[in-house]
């Protein structure tokens, strides 16, 4: 049994469109101890269940397609039942399925007896999607390009709020919304990144996501859940990668727990979160 934490990201800049279509991007993400849990059994097939309503169990899931594209590049020819314990929230802009993917790769990695290094297992995670390389190491990390190029960050621990409005959101559809107008030359996530040791107050101070402005414009809730972090005391208060999900910034964990209290109401999932200095893939 694995856990596989959640991030958020503490600045998202969309930096231009690149030549494949995609956008190319600097943002600095953060493993933060709101985990699924992931279970890898000995089987003759590929196969994923799920006791969570939406979970997908075909090639639709990247856990599955993790376990699919490792069988292939390493030669494998064993199956295994992957069996998912979703805690964090669909499309919610925290790294769910990807996470999911990055600890099928690491528990694979052990299971199958590959002992492939992390470096190794990256050529893997990139053509899953951007943000499974961040998730085979967790902790802080500045991520460019699509998220495939990582540099490790150090950071002190923070207290976070995290609220979800209980509806998914399509990063495709937010990308879709990006216009040239948009763009920024990665002054955001320097700032982040000479501020991460000091105190909270400067982390919050320098949170930055160029995709908030459309997707409060798209979907209404995710301001209000702002204005009510901010409103409950939060440092700062950010929508993470695309969203819905908009994490508060805490003077220290207690305070994240105060926090959530004052802005939990029927409609909204809330956590109070501690950030992950080590790796963002557990043994359970």
Known sequence: ??????????????????????????????AVDLSDRVTLEEADVLELRSRTPDVPSDGRNLALRAATALREASGVTRGVRITLDKRIPIAAGLGGGSTDAAAVLVGLNRLWRLR????????????????VPFFLRG????????????EALRGGTLGL??????????????????????????????????GLRRTPTRVAAS????????AVAAHPPIGRIRAALLAAGALGALMSGSGP???????????????????????????????????????G
């Open 139 to 150: 902790g802080t990390a500045r991520a460019v390009g699509r998220g495939e190029r990582i």
């Open 1 to 30: 049994m694995l856990n596989a934490a959640a991030k958020v990201n503490l600045v998202l800049e969309v930096l231009g469109k690149r030549d494949d279509g995609y956008h190319e991007l600097v943002t600095v993400m953060q």
């Open 116 to 131: 492939w290094p992390v470096e190794r297992l990256d050529e893997v995670a990139t053509t899953l999607g951007m943000d």
């Open 161 to 194: 709020v995290l609220v979800n409005p209980r509806f998914p959101v399509s990063t495709a559809e937010m990308y879709a919304r990006i216009t040239p107008a948009m763009y920024t030359d990665g002054r955001h996530a320097k700032t982040l990144a000479e």
């Open 245 to 283: 999900t908009v994490f508060g910034v805490a003077r220290s964990f207690e305070h994240a727990r105060q926090i959530r209290r004052r802005v939990t109401r029927g409609t909204w999932d809330c956590w109070a979160v501690r950030t992950l200095r080590g790796p963002a893939v557990r043994l």
């Open 207 to 214: 949170l930055y996501n160029g995709l908030q402005e459309a």
